[in-house]
């Protein structure tokens, strides 16, 4: 008997903590159904606040690129307003700015009298039919920035281009090819050609494999380099005394060595006719002085030059650099005076020209501005036509 009781007790006890077992738990699944419970509520609450605000930035995002849009419009239209503004601007100065080439003082017009009548005795023997002459610039293409802010590039008859880096050395770049200039990292792919003796200002040039190159050592002399066989082909001083920087915002060079169809020239200025530019015609094969021309082209604020056809070009600018203008001709042959020539100014630029060297086979001018090698394409016209 007392062992049935002990076994009942024992059982009794059994069930009462099987049941506590079982009432924990479910206060335990109930709390775990209320957290859940809470959870998906959350969850809702914040989808339906993310479902509103995409909402809102897709309504915002639209805004924006209607805005967007219109933004673009209107500086569209801006910039086509600032673009007629420049070329009412250029025909403006093109059509009523002063021209620099004509003076009215009694006296210089009866020298240029004078001077036409001279050059009508003897006129200059021409050594190509060439008649072209520049309406216009095209194109404008930076092709390179390298070296300095001064210097020359030119490319050869051969395809090859060299490089002038300064406005004074011994050496010069050679590259085999544009593409190798285009894709040189610096002068990593050109090779250093070292000349006889150095070279000053920014007035040589390359043609038919000879580098052509001022020297002012002792007296002012230019210098023939066979580029083939690296050998130094002939030397003259040049002569004239007193000389003096040929154009007055570009003081570094003192003669300006140029080639164009009927073969090389040279722009100078001396101290007897401080005022306007000279020029010569020059034997490309011996350096012999073949003519000589006195120009009504003013130094003053003369930036650059080159020569097309038997005819100067002479570039203007200001102390402050602006836009480069094309503002005065020489025709050695007398067919172009500077009334009849287009009056034109170069693209916007980043400093000033220090060098502008023409290639007759391309028709291009080599231009270097501030460090950046420029190609400016020619519009060219017949001297008939004008």
């Not at 930035?57 to 673009?72: A, F, G, N, P, Y």
């Amino acid at each position: 008997m007392r062992r049935l009781v002990i076994l009942v007790t024992l059982a009794y006890l059994a069930t009462a903590q099987h049941q506590a077992l079982i009432d924990y738990l479910e206060r335990r699944l109930l709390a775990i159904e209320d957290r859940i419970s809470l959870w998906q509520e959350q969850t809702t609450r914040y989808a339906s606040e993310l479902r509103e605000l995409k909402q809102q930035m897709v309504s915002q995002l639209e805004s924006l690129d209607k805005e967007k849009e219109t933004l673009r419009i209107n500086l569209d239209g801006v910039g086509t307003r600032v673009d007629r503004v420049e070329r009412e601007l250029d025909y403006l100065e093109t059509h009523n700015g002063v021209q620099p080439c004509v003076d009215v003082d009694d006296k210089l017009i009866e020298q240029q009298v004078t001077l036409v009548k001279e050059k009508q005795k003897e006129k200059y023997l021409k050594f190509t039919d060439c008649n072209d002459m520049i309406s216009s610039i095209k194109a404008m293409k930076i092709q390179k920035r390298v070296g300095g802010s001064k210097g020359i590039w030119s490319k050869d008859t051969t395809g090859k281009v060299y490089i002038f880096n300064g406005t004074s050395g011994d050496t010069i770049s050679e590259f085999g090819t544009m593409q190798d200039l285009t894709r040189s990292l610096g002068f990593s792919l050109s090779t250093g050609l070292k000349l006889p003796s150095a070279w000053e200002g920014t007035g040589h040039v390359v043609y038919n494999n000879h580098v052509y190159y001022v020297n002012q050592a002792e007296e002012t002399s230019v210098v023939k380099y066979d580029i083939m066989n690296k050998v130094l082909t002939d030397s003259a001083v040049f002569p004239v005394q007193d000389h003096i920087p040929v154009y007055e915002l570009n003081p570094d060079t003192m003669i300006d060595l140029a080639v164009d169809e009927e073969g090389l020239w040279a722009i100078y200025a001396t101290r007897q006719n401080e005022r306007y530019i000279s020029l010569a015609k020059m034997d490309s094969r011996s350096l012999d002085i073949e003519q000589m021309w006195e120009t009504n082209c003013p130094r003053e604020n003369a930036e650059v030059g080159f020569v097309i056809c038997g005819t100067l070009y002479v570039v203007y600018n200001t102390k402050q650099p602006g836009r480069s203008r094309l503002q005065c001709v020489f025709d050695v042959n007398d067919m172009v005076t500077n009334e009849e020539a287009p009056l034109f100014y170069f693209p916007k630029r980043y400093g000033f020209h220090s060098s502008l060297k023409y290639n007759p086979q391309e028709q291009l001018l080599y231009a270097w501005d501030d460090g950046y090698q420029v190609l400016y394409k020619l519009t060219m016209k017949t001297k008939l036509e004008i």
